[in-house]
Every structure is written in structure tokens, then in C-alpha cells.
């Protein structure tokens, strides 16, 4: 059974950073699509970004693109998510995912983390 274990996440002010890991285990790391999602205080699970098997290619929510960098490390079994310029809007749970497809979507993903709170502070 594939686990994926979510770190890094925090207190921040507006404006400040911070970095998201998973780590992953129990499969075949580049086996697998990876993906962040959030999950805001009263609302739905949202996508925030995605990468392939190989890390070459990437994709990311509008709200978040050129502020937040996902990136992989299949020697390590382990995916980040680098968030700079953070703003009140993106305090959520961030879920890392996984699924044998790309691009991700919500229905696709066959293994979930269990979160890291994120909360920006003004």
C-alpha cells in the first residue's frame, strides 16, 4: 500500500514563504503523477498543482502560478511544494496526492495524503 506523509506546514505572515514535503512509500515513486490540493475552512478540496513522473512538466491553479513551484526528487520518493508571496486566502489543508495519471484530477487519484495546515496570518 502506498503511504504519503505531508510536513512543512505552519504559521506564516502574508508574504511570507514556506515549503510543503511528501513522502512517499510503499511504491514505485515514478510510477506516479504527483499532486498538491487544498482544502479551505468551509469549502470543497481544490487543485493547486501537479507534476508528471519525470518532473518535466507542470501545472498549477491561476490563483497560485508564480508564486508557488512544485517539484519532485524520485531519488528521494519525495515531492515539494515551494510557496512564496503567500496571502490569507491560501490558509487550507494541503493534500498531497497520487495517481498513475496526468494531468491529475480529483477523481483520478488513488492515494492521499492526510494534510499539513497551512494558516497566513495578516
Known amino acids: 500500500q502506498v503511504a504519503l506523509v505531508e510536513s512543512g506546514g505552519g504559521l506564516v505572515q502574508v508574504g511570507g514563504s514556506l515549503t510543503l514535503s511528501c513522502a512517499v512509500s510503499?511504491?514505485?515513486?515514478?510510477?506516479?503523477?504527483m499532486g498538491w490540493f487544498r482544502q479551505a475552512p468551509g469549502k470543497g478540496r481544490e487543485f493547486v498543482a501537479a507534476?508528471?513522473?519525470?518532473?518535466?512538466?507542470?501545472r498549477y491553479l491561476n490563483f497560485v502560478e508564480g508564486r508557488f513551484t512544485i517539484s519532485r526528487d524520485n531519488a528521494k520518493n519525495t515531492v515539494y511544494l515551494q510557496m512564496d508571496n503567500l496571502k490569507l486566502e491560501d490558509t487550507a489543508t494541503y493534500y498531497c496526492?497520487?495517481?498513475?495519471?496526468?494531468?491529475?484530477?480529483?477523481?483520478?487519484?488513488?492515494?492521499w495524503g492526510k494534510g499539513t495546515l497551512v494558516t497566513v496570518s495578516p
Open positions: 496526492a497520487a495517481a498513475e495519471v496526468y494531468p491529475l484530477n480529483y477523481n483520478a487519484i488513488q492515494f
Open positions: 510503499g511504491g514505485i515513486f515514478s510510477d506516479y503523477a
Open positions: 507534476i508528471n513522473w519525470s518532473g518535466d512538466n507542470t
